[in-house]
């Protein structure tokens, strides 16, 4: 059995995104689960990786072009299981070790630089620490921890080892 060519590991990879989105956009507006800050940032994280991932699958470079592609997919999914691994940090905090709630990411856009907003998200507040959905016992942010992970072994096994040009 032929091996997946580079284009097609990152048009997967773009198809695995959207419907990680339409998943989270399904249980947000069907489940009525709204996001927190941190979930917002984990989407965000998912949006960029499967643009890279789109661009470079229509794209399907050559080796630097490959290595670009797959360097900036790694960055963003790198950055997105980072803010998943603190949001799983949260979600086993202690009781009395949880922050209070803070406003919403919208108003904190809005009425605070983007430095002090970054600085509360990641200070947390209790709707971070709050879980609403498991699956398997594994809450959402762990889930999507396990998904910036394989997409990231996805992402350098298409950028190193995939057959080229097909």
């Known amino acids: 059995m032929p091996k997946p ?27 009525f689960i709204d996001p927190c800050p941190l979930c917002i940032f984990q989407r965000i994280g998912f949006m960029v990786a499967g643009l890279f991932f789109l661009i470079g ?27 998943s691994a603190w949001h799983v940090r949260m979600t086993h905090l202690p009781p009395d070790q949880i922050p209070d709630c803070g406003p919403g990411l919208a108003y904190m856009y809005k009425s605070f630089p983007l430095q002090k907003v970054l600085d509360m998200v990641f200070n947390g507040s ?5 879980v609403d959905w498991t699956f398997l016992g594994m809450s959402m942010p762990a889930w999507t921890l396990v998904c910036f992970i394989g997409l990231l072994g996805w992402t350098l096994y298409a950028t190193f080892k995939a057959p080229g040009k097909v």
């Open 5 to 31: 060519t580079f284009r097609l590991m990152f048009l997967t990879g773009f198809l695995v995104c959207v419907g990680l989105l339409s998943y989270a956009l399904y249980v947000e507006h069907v489940k």
């Open 57 to 83: 699958g229509l794209h399907n470079p050559r080796n630097l072009g490959r290595k670009i592609y797959g360097a900036l997919a790694s960055l963003a999914l790198i950055i997105g299981g980072s803010v």
């Open 126 to 130: 209790g709707e971070c620490a709050k």
